[in-house]
């Protein structure tokens, strides 16, 4: 990552001082960059706050009767009700629900272990940011091999199988690529443990390395198409054939030159992607029994504890937000000529 | 009429030769062929199998494959084959209903943001930033559990999540071909803006439309089942692959294709599917 980077640097230091973009205005157009994506960052995560808030009252019903059951004593569901301020006018619910969110950074109290939703998350997260590092490091890997020995043998036999990837994974729930890993080095090979986290971080990362997989396994088709399409791409530049003229072997060139300079629209993918890969890590949690995030989603799902599933969407979204904003502005200061959506 | 066909060219000489470009493509071909077998299989499904899909046998449970079950049974004795069948039926039939919202109206909505811009452009743009920023699968589970679970839960789910994907793709093309001559000439015309886009903006996008229904679809496919093993998508007894696939998970020690069959005719369905997606994306780009 850091040897990426810094390459780019060169480029772009290069292309400013060859008077591309002059140092001043380049600095202007980052701050202002800066300051729309900034905009368009806080102005989304209001409207994904208002959605939060009433994306459980889709629910059909009386929310105090799916979390009490029908035969409750009405004493019991008017205690629920006032507690949950569900007795209020909506407008009133939803200013309590900001000024809990701005005061607290909290959806409340969950109904079921009483205790704040954000402790309540936050025990969770350190196993699900694992997995989901593990995954962007096992897909970048993969994808990296694949995409060159896709695009060095260009319309060869590798090439082809490596094309046809997509069409076939497109359709396999990932749950059950996960069931399939679980059959074959868990059940028949004996290799990796079948489900849980074991203790320690030798144990963790162990445990972690099959769900982390199968999360991979759904992100590397996309990956290797587009790195595949820029390696061929820089192949096909003047400075490589530059370089092959020099006489510097093709694997320096390849590895050296070519990668560095064709991984930056693909990690750019990957960090729009990264939605993807936290709605995959939640399932993927569930399949190896993993008490992470999804773990928690789903149980509060089935003991209908509204606070936490609201706290999750919130959060999960919130990350997303954050996430392609960052994405955006290194978009933007690693490549001049990309100068960011309208 | 002859109006339209001269101001929209692409949609011109499609029909008449759509079947001999399907021969022409191979993976057009072979995509229709295998989703044929897949809808023939389901539709004739009370024909083909011997048994019920719930008709329990508690004396025949966890069979291995034989002739009488040729792909076995399950934990409580039902055939694994009618089971699969069945299900096609279940899944194909709720995949194909739970697209139609959504296609229409992210189709629709993206032509608009396209053709008008301006504030209607802004605030799809917002509208969907909004929804993407959830994880794909978290917004799909929570509305699928809050809109009650079931088939219902699906199909207000999809049409609450799922008509943004067309409306991006449909948006940014309908913005480019708005740019050009023969739009701004039907404009310049004083055409009312709903007529262009019905007579004029929707023929050209609607190949775009489709190419993405196609891979819009595995993914639904896909949501359904996933929803399914969740269990808070289509309800047991109703067979589904999702759930004959989270049934199977308990044996996976010892009867493995429980799980393993399921799964790969969902797959069987994506590559069709993608195929024919594939395909679709020749024909019409080459034109």
């Known amino acids: 990552m850091k040897m990426l980077i810094s390459a780019n640097d060169k480029s772009s230091s290069a292309a400013a001082a060859g008077g591309y973009n002059p140092g001043g205005l380049r600095a202007l157009g980052i701050i202002k960059t800066v300051l729309r994506a900034l905009l368009k960052a806080a102005v989304v995560i209001v409207c994904v706050v208002v959605v939060v808030f009433f994306i459980i009252r889709l629910v059909p019903g009386d929310p105090v009767k799916m979390i009490l059951g029908e035969h409750s004593t009405p004493e019991a569901a008017l205690k629920l009700r006032h507690q949950l301020g569900l007795d209020l006018p909506v407008w009133q619910q939803f200013v309590r629900f900001l000024h809990n969110l701005f005061v607290n950074g909290d959806t409340g109290n969950s109904i079921v272990y009483g205790v704040s939703t954000k402790s309540l998350i936050a025990q969770r997260v350190p196993v699900s940011l694992m997995l989901i590092l593990m995954a962007i490091v096992i897909s970048i890997i993969v994808s990296m091999l694949l995409a060159v020995a896709a695009a060095t043998h260009k319309d060869g036999v590798q090439d082809h199988l490596i094309r046809v990837l997509p069409t076939i994974t497109l359709g396999m729930p990932v749950f059950w690529v996960g069931l399939l890993l679980i059959l074959l080095f868990g059940v028949q090979l004996h290799l990796f443990p079948v489900g849980g986290v074991s203790a320690g971080a030798g144990g963790m990362l162990y445990s972690l390395t099959l769900p982390a997989i199968t999360v991979a396994l759904s992100q590397i088709p996309s990956l290797v198409r587009s790195l595949r399409a820029q390696i061929l791409d820089v192949l096909e530049s003047d400075f490589v054939v530059t370089l092959k003229a020099a006489g510097i072997p093709k694997n320096v060139i390849l590895f050296k030159h070519v990668l560095r300079n064709s991984s930056i629209p693909t990690l750019m993918l990957l960090g729009v992607n990264v939605s993807y890969l936290i709605g995959g890590t939640l399932v993927v949690e569930q399949v190896f029994d993993i008490r992470g995030v999804g773990s928690l989603l789903f149980s509060s799902i089935s003991s209908r504890d509204f606070p936490v599933i609201q706290g999750i969407a919130l959060y999960c979204a919130v990350a997303v937000v954050i996430i392609s904003f960052i994405t955006e502005i290194a978009a933007y200061c690693l490549d001049p000529r990309l100068k960011g959506e309208k | ?287």
Not at chain 2, 48 to 67: G, K, W
Not at chain 2, 157 to 168: D, E, S
Request: net charge positive; with cysteine.
């Open chain 2, 1 to 287: 009429m002859k109006q339209t066909v001269s101001i929209s060219p692409l949609a011109s000489n499609n029909k008449e030769t759509l079947l001999d470009k399907i021969k022409k493509t191979p993976s057009l071909f072979w995509g229709c062929v295998m989703m044929a077998v897949m809808i023939g299989l389901a539709l004739l499904a009370p024909v083909i199998c011997r048994y019920q899909p719930s008709a329990q046998n508690l004396m025949e449970t966890l069979q291995p494959p034989s002739a009488r079950h040729i792909m076995g049974t399950d934990q409580v004795g039902r055939d694994l084959f009618a089971r699969l069948i069945y299900a096609a039926r279940v899944d194909l039939k709720i995949m194909a209903l739970a697209e139609i919202i959504p296609f229409c109206t992210g189709v629709f909505v993206g032509m608009l943001a396209g053709y008008y811009g301006k504030w209607v452009d802004t605030a799809v743009t917002l509208v969907t930033n909004t929804l993407i920023a959830f994880p794909y699968y978290l917004i799909v589970i929570i509305v699928a559990f809050a809109s009650g679970a079931g088939e219902r839960g699906i199909y207000i789910t999809f049409a609450l999540v799922g008509w943004i994907v067309y409306a991006r793709v449909i948006r940014g093309l309908s913005a480019s071909l708005c740019k050009q001559e023969w739009i701004l000439s039907a404009r310049a015309m004083g055409l009312p803006g709903i007529r262009i886009i019905f007579r004029h903006l929707l023929p050209n996008v609607l190949p775009q439309a489709v190419i993405v229904l196609m891979t819009d679809m595995v993914g639904i496919l896909v949501a359904i089942v996933t929803l399914g093993y969740l269990g808070i998508g289509i309800a047991p007894p109703t067979p589904d692959w999702g759930t004959m696939i989270s049934q199977g998970k308990t044996f996976i020690y010892s009867k493995w294709w429980l799980s393993v069959v399921p799964g790969l005719a969902v797959v069987y369905t994506g590559i069709a599917l993608s195929c024919i997606g594939d395909g679709l994306n020749d024909v019409w780009r080459k034109r």
